[in-house]
Protein backbone atom coordinates (compact mmCIF):
# COMPACT_ATOMS: atom_id res chain seq x y z
CA UNK A 1 0.00 0.00 0.00
CA UNK A 2 1.34 3.31 -1.07
CA UNK A 3 3.07 5.47 1.80
CA UNK A 4 0.48 8.61 3.37
CA UNK A 5 2.25 11.78 4.69
CA UNK A 6 -0.06 13.63 6.95
CA UNK A 7 0.15 16.92 8.41
CA UNK A 8 -2.63 17.17 11.66
CA UNK A 9 -3.84 20.43 12.12
CA UNK A 10 -6.04 21.66 14.99
CA UNK A 11 -5.72 24.53 17.59
CA UNK A 12 -5.66 22.27 20.58
CA UNK A 13 -3.09 20.48 20.82
CA UNK A 14 -4.96 16.91 22.54
CA UNK A 15 -7.09 16.66 19.41
CA UNK A 16 -3.48 16.54 17.64
CA UNK A 17 -1.73 13.93 19.95
CA UNK A 18 -5.15 11.75 20.11
CA UNK A 19 -5.22 12.25 15.94
CA UNK A 20 -1.98 11.55 15.21
CA UNK A 21 -2.22 8.25 17.75
CA UNK A 22 -5.25 7.00 15.36
CA UNK A 23 -4.08 7.71 12.43
CA UNK A 24 -0.66 6.04 13.39
CA UNK A 25 -1.68 2.75 13.86
CA UNK A 26 -2.20 2.00 10.12
CA UNK A 27 1.28 1.05 8.50
CA UNK A 28 1.51 3.37 5.78
CA UNK A 29 0.66 6.35 7.35
CA UNK A 30 3.31 9.02 9.05
CA UNK A 31 2.32 12.02 10.62
CA UNK A 32 5.53 14.91 9.03
CA UNK A 33 4.08 17.39 11.08
CA UNK A 34 1.50 19.55 13.13
CA UNK A 35 0.00 23.03 12.90
CA UNK A 36 -2.37 24.76 15.42
CA UNK A 37 -3.99 27.04 13.14
CA UNK A 38 -4.05 28.03 8.72
CA UNK A 39 -1.03 30.07 8.23
CA UNK A 40 1.14 27.36 10.24
CA UNK A 41 -0.40 24.52 7.95
CA UNK A 42 -0.11 26.63 4.61
CA UNK A 43 3.90 26.80 6.09
CA UNK A 44 4.09 23.24 7.18
CA UNK A 45 2.59 22.21 3.82
CA UNK A 46 5.64 24.20 1.83
CA UNK A 47 8.21 22.68 4.54
CA UNK A 48 7.18 19.19 4.81
CA UNK A 49 4.71 18.56 1.35
CA UNK A 50 2.84 16.23 3.28
CA UNK A 51 -0.20 14.10 0.60
CA UNK A 52 -3.00 14.97 3.00
CA UNK A 53 -3.52 17.83 5.12
CA UNK A 54 -6.03 16.70 8.13
CA UNK A 55 -7.70 20.06 8.60
CA UNK A 56 -10.18 21.60 11.54
CA UNK A 57 -12.22 24.25 10.56
CA UNK A 58 -12.31 26.91 13.26
CA UNK A 59 -9.22 28.06 14.57
CA UNK A 60 -7.24 31.26 15.40
CA UNK A 61 -5.25 33.47 12.82
CA UNK A 62 -6.59 31.36 9.95
CA UNK A 63 -9.24 28.99 10.31
CA UNK A 64 -9.55 25.98 8.08
CA UNK A 65 -11.83 27.13 4.97
CA UNK A 66 -9.19 29.60 4.27
CA UNK A 67 -6.43 27.80 4.44
CA UNK A 68 -7.95 24.91 2.28
CA UNK A 69 -8.44 26.89 -0.43
CA UNK A 70 -4.74 28.88 -0.30
CA UNK A 71 -3.26 25.19 -0.15
CA UNK A 72 -5.46 23.73 -2.69
CA UNK A 73 -4.75 26.00 -5.09
CA UNK A 74 -1.07 26.61 -4.54
CA UNK A 75 -0.73 22.64 -3.81
CA UNK A 76 -3.25 21.21 -6.01
CA UNK A 77 -2.11 17.47 -5.76
CA UNK A 78 -1.96 17.96 -1.74
CA UNK A 79 -5.67 16.76 -0.28
CA UNK A 80 -7.48 18.36 2.37
CA UNK A 81 -9.72 16.17 5.05
CA UNK A 82 -11.92 18.42 7.00
CA UNK A 83 -11.99 16.74 10.70
CA UNK A 84 -13.85 19.00 12.84
CA UNK A 85 -17.00 19.08 15.09
CA UNK A 86 -18.80 21.58 12.84
CA UNK A 87 -21.56 20.01 11.27
CA UNK A 88 -23.63 22.86 9.92
CA UNK A 89 -24.22 23.86 6.05
CA UNK A 90 -22.88 26.95 6.94
CA UNK A 91 -19.30 25.43 7.42
CA UNK A 92 -20.04 22.36 5.30
CA UNK A 93 -20.50 23.68 1.82
CA UNK A 94 -18.04 26.32 2.44
CA UNK A 95 -15.34 24.23 3.38
CA UNK A 96 -16.00 21.39 0.11
CA UNK A 97 -16.25 24.96 -2.11
CA UNK A 98 -12.79 25.69 -0.83
CA UNK A 99 -11.54 22.93 -2.10
CA UNK A 100 -11.72 19.74 0.86
CA UNK A 101 -11.76 16.04 -0.96
CA UNK A 102 -13.72 15.07 2.24
CA UNK A 103 -15.63 16.07 5.43
CA UNK A 104 -14.81 14.22 9.07
CA UNK A 105 -16.82 14.19 11.89
CA UNK A 106 -14.52 14.10 15.21
CA UNK A 107 -16.93 10.95 16.58
CA UNK A 108 -16.08 9.29 13.91
CA UNK A 109 -14.18 6.27 14.77
CA UNK A 110 -9.96 5.63 14.15
CA UNK A 111 -10.37 3.43 11.23
CA UNK A 112 -13.32 5.17 9.71
CA UNK A 113 -10.73 7.95 9.88
CA UNK A 114 -8.09 5.91 8.69
CA UNK A 115 -10.60 5.21 5.89
CA UNK A 116 -10.91 8.46 5.10
CA UNK A 117 -6.89 9.64 4.72
CA UNK A 118 -6.58 6.28 1.95
CA UNK A 119 -9.60 7.25 -0.14
CA UNK A 120 -8.25 10.73 -0.36
CA UNK A 121 -5.17 9.34 -1.39
CA UNK A 122 -6.75 7.33 -3.92
CA UNK A 123 -8.02 10.63 -5.12
CA UNK A 124 -11.91 9.65 -4.24
CA UNK A 125 -14.05 11.82 -1.37
CA UNK A 126 -15.51 10.43 2.30
CA UNK A 127 -18.30 12.24 4.47
CA UNK A 128 -19.39 11.29 7.42
CA UNK A 129 -22.88 10.15 7.32
CA UNK A 130 -24.49 13.20 9.11
CA UNK A 131 -22.49 15.37 6.40
CA UNK A 132 -23.30 13.26 3.38
CA UNK A 133 -27.20 13.48 4.35
CA UNK A 134 -26.99 17.22 5.07
CA UNK A 135 -25.47 17.76 1.72
CA UNK A 136 -28.15 15.68 0.14
CA UNK A 137 -30.68 17.97 2.35
CA UNK A 138 -28.86 21.27 0.85
CA UNK A 139 -28.78 20.39 -2.87
CA UNK A 140 -32.61 19.50 -2.87
CA UNK A 141 -33.59 22.57 -1.39
CA UNK A 142 -31.28 25.21 -2.89
CA UNK A 143 -32.35 26.85 -6.04
CA UNK A 144 -29.85 26.60 -9.09
CA UNK A 145 -27.47 29.39 -8.95
CA UNK A 146 -25.63 28.95 -12.01
CA UNK A 147 -26.94 28.16 -15.87
CA UNK A 148 -25.80 24.69 -16.63
CA UNK A 149 -24.40 26.51 -19.64
CA UNK A 150 -21.80 28.15 -17.48
CA UNK A 151 -20.48 24.60 -17.27
CA UNK A 152 -18.73 23.24 -20.11
CA UNK A 153 -20.84 20.74 -22.01
CA UNK A 154 -20.52 16.87 -21.49
CA UNK A 155 -20.90 13.95 -23.64
CA UNK A 156 -23.96 11.81 -23.34
CA UNK A 157 -22.04 9.09 -21.57
CA UNK A 158 -20.85 12.00 -19.23
CA UNK A 159 -24.34 12.66 -18.35
CA UNK A 160 -25.01 8.94 -17.71
CA UNK A 161 -22.08 8.84 -15.50
CA UNK A 162 -23.16 12.14 -13.51
CA UNK A 163 -26.74 10.80 -13.32
CA UNK A 164 -25.42 7.51 -11.33
CA UNK A 165 -22.88 9.54 -9.49
CA UNK A 166 -25.83 11.90 -8.17
CA UNK A 167 -27.49 8.48 -7.26
CA UNK A 168 -24.86 7.73 -4.73
CA UNK A 169 -23.44 4.44 -6.64
CA UNK A 170 -19.51 3.69 -6.46
CA UNK A 171 -17.26 3.51 -9.45
CA UNK A 172 -17.94 -0.11 -9.72
CA UNK A 173 -21.30 0.05 -9.44
CA UNK A 174 -21.50 2.82 -12.22
CA UNK A 175 -19.32 0.61 -14.07
CA UNK A 176 -21.60 -2.32 -13.36
CA UNK A 177 -24.73 -0.30 -14.57
CA UNK A 178 -23.46 0.70 -17.68
CA UNK A 179 -21.50 -2.28 -18.45
CA UNK A 180 -18.40 -0.75 -18.73
CA UNK A 181 -15.18 -1.19 -16.91
CA UNK A 182 -14.08 0.93 -13.54
CA UNK A 183 -11.41 2.41 -15.73
CA UNK A 184 -13.60 3.79 -18.19
CA UNK A 185 -15.82 5.05 -15.73
CA UNK A 186 -12.36 6.72 -13.55
CA UNK A 187 -11.77 8.16 -17.01
CA UNK A 188 -15.42 9.63 -17.26
CA UNK A 189 -15.12 11.61 -14.41
CA UNK A 190 -11.76 12.65 -14.81
CA UNK A 191 -12.97 14.14 -17.79
CA UNK A 192 -15.53 16.10 -16.17
CA UNK A 193 -13.84 17.25 -13.41
CA UNK A 194 -11.07 18.57 -15.92
CA UNK A 195 -13.84 20.34 -17.74
CA UNK A 196 -15.49 21.94 -14.70
CA UNK A 197 -12.35 22.67 -12.92
CA UNK A 198 -12.94 20.76 -9.81
CA UNK A 199 -10.94 18.23 -8.26
CA UNK A 200 -12.94 15.05 -6.85
CA UNK A 201 -16.49 13.31 -7.22
CA UNK A 202 -17.78 16.25 -4.00
CA UNK A 203 -17.18 18.94 -5.96
CA UNK A 204 -18.90 17.53 -9.46
CA UNK A 205 -21.90 17.41 -7.44
CA UNK A 206 -21.98 20.10 -5.60
CA UNK A 207 -21.08 22.17 -9.05
CA UNK A 208 -23.93 19.87 -10.79
CA UNK A 209 -26.83 20.79 -8.01
CA UNK A 210 -25.76 24.29 -7.97
CA UNK A 211 -26.10 24.32 -11.92
CA UNK A 212 -29.51 22.01 -11.80
CA UNK A 213 -27.90 19.60 -13.95
CA UNK A 214 -28.75 16.88 -11.24
CA UNK A 215 -31.34 15.90 -8.49
CA UNK A 216 -30.69 13.56 -5.36
CA UNK A 217 -32.39 10.31 -4.69
Given at each position: ?D ?24 P ?8 E ?15 I ?7 P??G ?6 A ?5 P?T ?10 R???I?MLS?GA??Y?L ?7 I ?6 AR?G ?7 IAA ?5 VR?AH????S ?9 E???L?R?A ?5 A?I??S???S????KS?L??IM ?14 A ?8 S
Amino acid sequence: MDAIRVLITDDDPLVRVALAHFVSRAPEITVVAEAENGVEAIDAVERHQPDIVMMDVQMPVMGGIEATGAITARWPDTCVLAVTTLDGRETVIPMLSAGASGYMLKDSSADEIVAALRQARQGTSSLSPRIAAMLVQHVREAHPTASSDALAGLSEREHEVLERLARGMSNAEIAESLHVSEGTVKSHLGSIMSKWHVRDRVQVLVAAARAGLVTFS
